[in-house]
């Protein structure tokens, strides 16, 4: 079973920063793309920011130059920094990753549980 926990959610002030962290765990064999989605009360889920094959990051234009994603191949972990952060980044953020298990043909789509992130003085 893979399985992806995110942490680092929480409150924080408006022009602060936080941490996010993704770990990926179980038998994987392969991991194509780690990313961050985020879900606001009453809206869609979006894509936040992407890591993808050779290391190629998406941003969206919302969080271009105030987030950075990276990754940690030899932890199957993905982190988001977040900084100078506003209140409309206030949302559950929810890791996603295309994975290939030990025992699959095929990538397969996962998703973490979710983590809060309230940005207000």
């Known amino acids: 079973q893979v399985q992806l926990v995110e942490s680092g959610g929480g409150l924080v002030q408006p022009g602060g920063s936080l941490r996010l962290s993704c770990a990926a765990s179980g038998s994987i064999f392969s991991i194509k793309s780690m990313a961050w989605y985020r879900q606001a009360p009453g809206k869609q889920r979006d894509l936040v920011a992407g890591?993808?094959?050779?290391?190629?990051?998406v941003y969206v234009d919302p969080v271009k130059g105030r987030f950075i994603i990276s990754e940690d191949q030899s932890k199957n972990t993905v982190y988001l920094q977040m900084n100078s952060l506003k209140p409309e980044d206030t949302a559950v953020y929810y890791c996603?990753?295309?994975?290939?298990?030990?025992?699959?043909?095929?990538?397969?789509?996962?998703w973490g549980q979710g983590t809060q992130v309230t940005v207000s003085s």
């Open positions: 996603n990753a295309d994975i290939l298990g030990e025992s699959d043909t095929v990538y397969g789509d996962y």
């Open positions: 890591v993808f094959g050779g290391g190629r990051t």
